[in-house]
């Protein structure tokens, strides 16, 4: 499979009576080098968070706690990946713009990317957004 395609990525799962474990280590599960962490937490009920493309960064969105839908668009269609397994993550490529909604109460949505944080490598507006995609798929 093209790795540069959104898919779900199952992760280790260490079964134990005292609580399971997953980990991400290297590229070793994921087709790229980690170089920066965050995530988000406390997001109030109907919120949408995201709104944007990179052009550079991959990431692998986790839902480490709760639930939330991620909505891909790659200026053609749209699809939804609904997140609540802590050991599975949806590796988004460049160029595809996201939302993130319909979090649960006290969800955690945890991103790893390949980038650290640079503003350069955001599109935010949605209508460039769509000019520079239509050009990709034609
Ligand atoms: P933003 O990109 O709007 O969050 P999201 O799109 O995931 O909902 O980021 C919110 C603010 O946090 C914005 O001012 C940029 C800042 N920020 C950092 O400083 N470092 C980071 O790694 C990230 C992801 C955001």
Redesign the pocket.
């Known amino acids: 499979m093209d790795c540069k395609q959104p898919r779900i990525i199952s992760l280790p799962k260490i079964y134990d009576p005292r609580g399971n474990l997953t980990f991400v280590q290297d590229n070793d599960q994921i087709p790229f080098n980690i170089a920066?962490v965050?995530w988000?937490y406390d997001v109030p009920a109907g919120e949408t968070?995201?709104?944007?493309s990179h052009y550079k960064s991959e990431e692998l969105i986790v839902a480490t706690g709760g639930s939330f839908n991620v909505n891909l668009f790659d200026g053609e269609s749209w699809e939804t990946y609904t997140l609540n397994r802590p050991f599975e993550g949806l590796y988004v490529p460049p160029g595809y713009w996201r939302t993130l909604d319909n979090f649960s109460s006290g969800s955690v949505c945890l991103v790893m990317t390949s980038t650290p944080?640079s503003e350069d490598d955001?599109e935010r507006d949605y209508e460039k957004f769509k000019r520079l995609a239509t050009k990709r798929h034609e």
Do not use: L
């Open positions: 920066r965050y988000t968070r995201g709104a944007h944080y955001y």
